[in-house]
């Protein structure tokens, strides 16, 4: 990153970021972490899954994500009866006024927009699952033997509630392993508590002014894109993903209590994730440090823990702390 203009774009994005988490600070207390996050997995061209207890904002993190950025944002409730088509879109049969003929044409649905909201991902079936990940894998729809691309950029967040299990489809390993992060919201402190008490139960809405536009958000992913990364680095990333394969670890912790380890797109979102992180912070290449920050929501929905683990208590969560201080 010997470019002037790379290096004039860091700096820009860097700024830009800080800007963007202060608006969003306005109607959103603490969760400065998982702010920080989901930038990180926007500007990687990267996906979130957010998991949460009701009443943790989750929506509303999204919703004033959306209006920081100069963006289109689409909201979609999942629910057991919603259809692939309610997503992707659909054909109508209308009648061309020049020919008097019936004719087929494709409606669009809420996925063709630069922000989803996934809501409740794992109260709708796998196929309905499975029309969101496509698009968000291949970041086109198919219908009627035709392709239509998506906006640029795309970007999804699904959450889920992780202590109603109830009527769920939960999402199979291989299709967590589409999304970037898996960001777990905790309860704020008592003193973010009671700031959020004090600042929503009045008639004032805060005015969040949009900081970014579409064309900046995808010059800023190209630069992410070409910070440049040591040898150290990388090795530091793929030690750490291969230390989580109980196959070819020599860690006991693992061996004990993973049945399965994380695929080799761990150690790519892990450095994209680490570069991204650098120049959003203003530093021109990612230290292991910056591997580090971004392991646990990175690795968490990759890992798959054993009956041994699940006996006692140990969550994915747990071990990658482990493996943190082992390596």
């Avoid at 659909?90 to 087929?104: A, N, S």
């Avoid at 009627?144 to 509630?161: H, I, S």
């Avoid at 630069?223 to 196959?247: E, G, H, K, M, W």
């Avoid at 991204?276 to 912070?281: G, V």
Wanted: charged residues 20%.
């Amino acid at each position: 990153m010997n470019n002037q203009s790379d290096i004039a774009s860091v700096h820009t994005m860097a700024e830009a970021s800080r800007t963007i988490q202060h608006e969003i600070s306005k109607v959103i207390i603490g969760q400065q972490d998982i702010i920080e996050q989901l930038l990180i997995s926007l500007f990687s061209r990267g996906h979130c899954l957010l998991v949460g207890v009701p009443g943790l904002a989750k929506t509303l993190l999204i919703r004033t994500l959306s209006r920081s950025l100069n963006l289109s944002y689409n909201r979609i409730q999942f629910t057991p009866d919603l259809m692939p088509s309610d997503i992707t879109g659909t054909e109508v049969i209308e009648d061309d006024m020049l020919t008097g003929k019936k004719q087929f044409r494709f409606v669009k649905g809420p996925i063709f927009s630069n922000i989803v909201l996934a809501d409740e991902i794992n109260r709708t079936p796998p196929k309905t699952q499975a029309a969101l990940l496509e698009a968000m894998q291949e970041h086109s729809v198919t219908n009627g033997g035709k392709t239509y691309q998506l906006e640029q950029p795309f970007f999804v967040l699904a959450t889920q509630n992780p202590i109603e299990q109830e009527g769920t489809y939960p999402l199979p390993e291989a299709q967590l392993d589409r999304f970037m992060f898996n960001l777990w919201l905790d309860y704020p402190s008592e003193q973010e508590e009671a700031e959020i008490v004090r600042t929503t139960t009045t008639e004032i809405i805060p005015d969040i002014k949009p900081i970014l536009s579409a064309e900046d958000i995808i010059r800023f992913q190209d630069i992410a894109r070409r910070i440049p990364v040591s040898d150290n680095v990388i090795n530091y990333a793929v030690s750490l993903v291969r230390a989580t394969r109980p196959q070819t670890t020599n860690s006991k912790t693992v061996k004990d209590l993973l049945s399965y380890g994380a695929g080799p797109r761990a150690s790519q979102y892990l450095v994209l994730g680490a570069k991204t992180r650098a120049a959003i912070r203003g530093a021109f290449t990612p230290e292991i440090d910056d591997i580090r920050a971004v392991a646990e929501p990175v690795l968490r929905h990759r890992i798959v823990t054993n009956f041994s683990a699940e006996a006692d208590n140990i969550t994915p969560s747990n071990i990658i702390s482990m493996l943190l201080k082992e390596l």
